[in-house]
């Protein structure tokens, strides 16, 4: 059989592969849908076999193509690790990475590194799995995530924690709520005021009981939610005061929210980057991986994001 085909439509094939649709294909690759359909049938016709099955509504892979899918992008991954030392190669075509993260980490924290690594590499596709520190963590551990963003994970023998800054728990409540005007607040005073938790489900909400387990007078939930994100709302609509990771407070211009230091006791968690020990990650992954990794540590957020006064 003669090799009658090329990189391109093993790009092409890959892109189909990945979307599931002819249309944002070509569109991912600014090739034309005629033209992208010509590079898919050209494959097909050097290989000899079908590759897609395509009806109107959506297109999949055949047995034969998920086989051909997975080496296919063994090659691509293997070319882009020869080419990564060139510059720009890497961004000249598609990848994808997943990343599982706690919901905290997100809005202030890895929205801003995948915001940066997209302008670097504008081409490849990132999927958010947002979810407990738990299901992060086991999303990380099953291989359906390359890697995750979790406070939990240091202890478990099949995965690799790599720190990446520690927080302090901060009090939230509204900038005219009394604590507001306060430099710290204690857990016990915390307490003397409507209090939002997060369920029993959650991770932060096991280590603050732990912390918390032989304090006299501590916080008794009022309202319960299962994110933390979702606790803040509430906040901000006057319902209470809650205790949160100091990355999921908003920054210092909020017209609401403000975050006061809770102490005595100090609660703090460590956020850190989460892979599967053993595990090759492909080269898209690989440089966002990198992006976090470069992040040094820092303790939480800057000063500018606590209460005045």
Excluded at 15 to 38: G, I
Excluded at 39 to 48: C, H, N, Q, T, Y
Excluded at 266 to 282: C, D
Excluded at 300 to 307: D, I, S, T, Y
């Amino acid at each position: 059989m003669s090799i009658n085909f090329n990189l391109n439509d093993l790009q092409a094939f890959r892109a189909v592969a990945e979307l599931s649709s002819f249309r944002k294909a070509a569109d991912a690759l600014h090739v034309s849908q005629p033209a992208f359909s010509r590079r898919i049938e050209k494959l097909e016709e050097a290989l000899g076999v079908r590759l897609l099955d395509r009806t109107t509504r959506r297109v999949s892979l055949t047995s034969v193509g998920r086989e051909f899918d997975r080496k296919v992008q063994q090659l691509l991954d293997d070319l882009d690790h020869t080419l990564l030392g060139i510059r720009g190669v890497a961004a000249t075509r598609m990848g994808e990475v997943t990343i599982a993260c706690v919901p905290s980490t997100v809005y202030y924290f890895l929205s801003q590194v995948i915001s940066r690594h997209h302008e670097r590499y504008p081409k490849v596709r990132v999927k958010i799995f947002d979810a407990s520190a738990n299901d992060v963590l086991s999303a990380v551990s099953r291989g359906e995530a390359d890697f995750g963003l979790n406070f939990v994970g240091g202890q478990e023998p099949d995965i690799e924690f790599k720190p990446l800054l520690e927080e302090r728990f901060v009090a939230a409540c509204r900038r005219d709520h009394p604590l507001a005007k306060k430099r710290r607040v204690s857990w016990t005073e915390l307490a003397q005021y409507d209090y939002i938790s997060v369920s029993k489900a959650s991770g932060n909400r096991l280590l603050l009981d732990q912390a918390l387990s032989s304090l006299p007078g501590r916080p008794q939930s009022i309202y319960e939610a299962q994110h933390v994100t979702t606790m803040l709302g509430l906040v901000e609509a006057g319902l209470g005061v809650a205790a949160v990771p100091s990355i999921a407070m908003p920054g210092a211009d909020h017209p609401l929210l403000v975050s006061v230091p809770l102490y005595d006791p100090l609660i703090t968690r460590k956020i850190g980057l989460i892979r599967r020990k053993g595990r090759t990650l492909s080269p898209a992954a690989q440089q966002l991986y990198a992006f976090f990794a470069e992040m040094k540590a820092t303790r939480g957020k800057p000063a500018g994001r606590r209460a005045p006064g």
